[in-house]
């Protein structure tokens, strides 16, 4: 990859992931009272929806330009030869950059998504003072609770919406015998990150418990909290918040590989 096309990634990537996470953190803050243990209500239900968002503003540009960086990075080097370089293994390239760029991306999302997260479902709390807590509490580790679920995660999304991606992008292309626009790659984005993000809700809210676990609530020999239902609390299902994620991933899919589509080549 030619230092242009790095620094394309690396901003395109950046200025997409925080345009997305600014613009939905509403709706990533319903989904996340949605799926706590506590119930939507007691974690806040429609107040203070924007707690939690100096995490995901520091956050989401170095995210996201990981991210992109690593999946541009791994395509060029795939894509140089051998055989993956052929037209048919495209799929496979992509899956596997996309698998990368996940776990770089993870070391610095999860702490953030961790304090983020916490913050939106104690919104009597400042971010700052979530971030305190759980370092005092259980260190620099718990900024890295459910690392290993939250990856569990991303994977699997990014291995249905990325190939998906590229290939609807492919199609369009085809079809009207030119480079789609961004606005048309946005739309493709759309589609496949909604079809994404339904086959892995479970996974989500599986992460999103995990989080919003506090140590006294953990089980370190089976890796998973505790679940103890009190009287009067709901139990919330493996589909819990799957309306609010699909439409808040559609959106975004549209948003962040639109807006990345059009500042990469911008800059190129």
């Not at 946005?186 to 892995?200: D, S, Y």
Request: glycine share 10%; proline share 5%; charged share 15%.
């Amino acid at each position: 990859m030619e230092r242009r096309e790095f620094i394309a990634s690396l901003v395109g990537g950046g200025c997409a992931g925080m345009c997305v996470d600014l613009t939905l953190f509403p709706l990533d803050t319903i989904k996340t009272r949605l799926q706590s243990q506590q119930g939507f209500y007691k974690a806040g239900g429609f107040r203070g929806i924007y707690a939690g968002v100096p995490s995901a503003a520091i956050g989401s540009f170095p995210n996201a330009a990981a991210f992109f960086v690593t999946y541009d990075c791994t395509k060029s080097l795939l894509g140089a030869g051998g055989a993956l370089a052929a037209p048919h293994m495209a799929p496979v390239t992509h899956m596997l950059g996309a698998s990368l760029g996940e776990i770089v991306a993870c070391l610095i999302r999860v702490p953030t998504e961790v304090v983020k997260q916490r913050t939106q479902a104690s919104p009597s709390s400042t971010t700052y003072q979530i971030l305190l807590a759980t370092l005092r509490e259980e260190g620099f580790r718990g900024l890295y609770r459910g690392y290993s679920s939250t990856v569990l995660r991303e994977i699997p999304f990014s291995l249905v919406q990325f190939p998906l991606w590229e290939y609807l992008k492919t199609l369009w292309s085809c079809r009207q015998g030119h480079t789609l626009y961004s606005w048309q790659a946005a739309v493709c984005g759309a589609f496949a990150g909604a079809v994404a993000a339904f086959v892995t809700t479970p996974l989500d809210v599986a992460k999103t418990r995990i989080m919003l676990a506090k140590k006294a609530e953990w089980t370190p020999s089976l890796n998973k909290p505790q679940h103890r239902q009190h009287a009067g609390e709901s139990k919330p299902s493996l589909f819990a918040g799957s309306i609010p994620r699909m439409t808040f991933i559609s959106l975004g899919g549209f948003i962040f590989l639109g807006a990345y589509e059009k500042v990469r080549r911008t800059l190129l």
